[in-house]
């Protein structure tokens, strides 16, 4: 059972931001570490960014360091990742999932349906 969804995604001009939301309900997501994935056309779906439970701790994947950032409300049942200085390369689809911080590997295999970013001039 899907207990998450992605929103917030749509197409930008290179250099722009953009803000999404994952809203996640239940266990395991509301207390455990989660995660931002991205899978664009024709590649394997890929980590981009973690956090803890309680948020003091994240992780980032090399190529979105100092451009993205990954916060959540456990309040609002709610993880954010805002995207600063947006690429043509970081055009996918972005899924949000309960995340193994250690491994960077997403907790089970249940997918939302995402959300698209584009970026392009």
């Known amino acids: 059972q899907v207990q998450q969804v992605e929103s917030g995604g749509r197409s930008v001009q290179p250099g722009e931001s953009l803000r999404l939301t994952c809203t996640y309900f239940g266990r395991p997501h509301n207390s455990s570490p989660l995660g931002w994935f991205r899978q664009a056309p024709g590649t394997e779906r890929e980590f981009v960014a973690g956090?803890?439970?309680?948020?003091?701790?994240?992780t980032y994947a090399d190529f979105v360091k100092d451009r993205f950032t990954i916060t959540r409300d456990n309040a609002k049942g709610a993880m954010y990742l805002y995207m600063n200085n947006l690429k043509p390369e970081d055009t996918a689809v972005y899924y949000c999932?309960?995340?193994?911080?250690?491994?960077?590997?997403?907790?089970?295999?249940?997918w939302g349906q995402g959300t698209q970013v584009t970026v392009s001039s």
């Open positions: 999932n309960v995340i193994q911080l250690q491994t960077r590997l997403p907790a089970n295999n249940v």
């Open positions: 956090i803890s439970w309680s948020g003091d701790s994240s």
